[in-house]
């Protein structure tokens, strides 16, 4: 049985494989990842008892991980996975999504005008996100390694990441809102499905991003 009590946060931090459920439920498990399961559940109006039967579902029939999980990893190789698997990730996909969501809304934005605003969210959280990975990379993570780091300028640097966290989660949030959960019209073309399914993946590699950033990491340095 679950602990209802639990924080999002370290549930998934314990099982991996909850991630996703959490996602569809549209509870978030990074920025506000220190709710209790319950209290999320029903800030976001979902069946408590549903939402544990898939988590415990999830857990049940997760597939063998190879490798140390993301808290047993030192400093050092958790801030490289994060680059070489969401930080490259990102900056390979920004582009592409941002020419693609143009050229749909080019299409077919007078059919399905929130393709307006599907845009223009798209362009916001490539600007924002692109500059965000610099100043990690730049600043942050330099900060993290250093044997003589300030702890007020790691705290200070830290906290800053953590408001730009929320921004993207309204970002994405937005998205989700004017796609519909990311489920293309029947009479889409595949440049319109390849654009909802390509937000999607970006949404949950995001989310994956931003929960080790806030929830493996930041706890190592500030409380």
């Given at each position: 049985?679950?602990?209802?009590?639990?924080?999002?946060?370290?549930?998934?931090?314990?099982?991996?494989?909850?991630?996703?459920?959490?996602?569809?439920?549209?509870?978030?498990?990074?920025?506000q990842g220190g709710q209790p399961i319950a209290e999320a559940a029903q800030a976001k109006g979902v069946d408590l008892t549903e939402l544990t039967q898939e988590l415990t579902k999830a857990i049940e029939q997760r597939a063998p991980v190879s490798?140390?999980?993301?808290?047993?990893?030192?400093?050092?190789?958790?801030?490289?996975?994060?680059?070489?698997?969401?930080?490259?990730?990102?900056?390979?996909?920004?582009?592409?999504?941002?020419?693609?969501?143009?050229?749909?809304?080019?299409?077919?934005?007078?059919?399905?005008?929130?393709?307006?605003?599907?845009?223009?969210?798209?362009?916001?959280?490539?600007?924002?996100?692109?500059?965000?990975?610099?100043?990690?990379?730049?600043?942050?993570?330099?900060?993290?390694?250093?044997?003589?780091?300030?702890?007020?300028?790691?705290?200070?640097?830290?906290?800053?990441?953590?408001?730009?966290?929320?921004?993207?989660?309204?970002?994405?949030?937005?998205?989700?809102?004017?796609?519909?959960?990311?489920?293309?019209?029947?009479?889409?073309?595949?440049?319109?499905?390849?654009?909802?399914?390509?937000?999607?993946?970006?949404?949950?590699?995001?989310?994956?991003?931003?929960?080790?950033?806030?929830?493996?990491?930041?706890?190592?340095?500030?409380?």
């Open positions: 049985m679950l602990d209802t009590q639990e924080s999002v946060a370290n549930l998934v931090l314990r099982h991996s494989e909850c991630a996703e459920v959490f996602r569809r439920y549209r509870i978030d498990y990074c920025c490798g140390p999980s993301p808290k047993e990893l030192s400093t050092e190789a958790l801030i490289a996975h994060i680059v070489s698997r969401h930080h490259d990730y990102l900056r390979r996909a920004l582009p592409f999504v941002h020419q693609l969501a143009a050229k749909v809304h080019r299409v077919h934005g007078q059919h399905e005008p929130r393709l307006s605003a599907v845009e223009r969210d798209v362009r916001e959280l490539q600007d924002t996100l692109l500059a965000h990975l610099d100043d990690e990379e730049a600043q942050v993570f330099p900060s993290l390694l250093s044997e003589d780091r300030d702890p007020q300028e790691v705290e200070r640097l830290l906290q800053e990441m953590n408001e730009e966290h929320l921004a993207l989660a309204k970002l994405l949030g937005s998205l989700r809102d004017n796609t519909d959960a990311f489920q293309p019209p029947s009479w889409a073309c595949n440049s319109y499905r390849t654009l909802f399914s390509e937000l999607e993946r970006l949404e949950q590699d995001t989310f994956a991003h931003v929960h080790l950033e806030n929830h493996v990491l930041r706890p190592r340095f500030v409380a």
